[in-house]
């Protein structure tokens, strides 16, 4: 892996779906995700932990802790195996942070 990694994303939402744009690292991936007006992603959940931060758009989370509104500036944590699921009501820009799994 080389010792700096340069990403230069856009910001424009894609066709249709989430499309993220990734920069992986050893122990993280760092990821914008451009989702469109409407998508939903059902009731899901990861083994590793995760951090999303809204930096355009609008939605409404369900999970664990509860509904959440989604809006520019909201950040969240969820833990390895927490579940969430996410409706979109405009075309939304998430910078999303992957950790790796925990070695046991």
Sequence with gaps: ???VAIAQWG???KASGP???ALPGRGATMRQVHIKAGHVATRH???HEQ???VLSGAGRLECEAGSVTLH???AIRFAPGAWQSAEFTADTVLLEV???EAVA
């Design 1 to 3: 892996m080389d010792p």
């Design 98 to 100: 992957n950790l790796a």
């Design 45 to 47: 959940s990861h083994p």
């Design 19 to 21: 499309a993220p744009d």
């Design 51 to 53: 951090f999303l931060r």
């Design 72 to 74: 520019p500036g909201t």
């Design 11 to 13: 910001t424009q939402s």
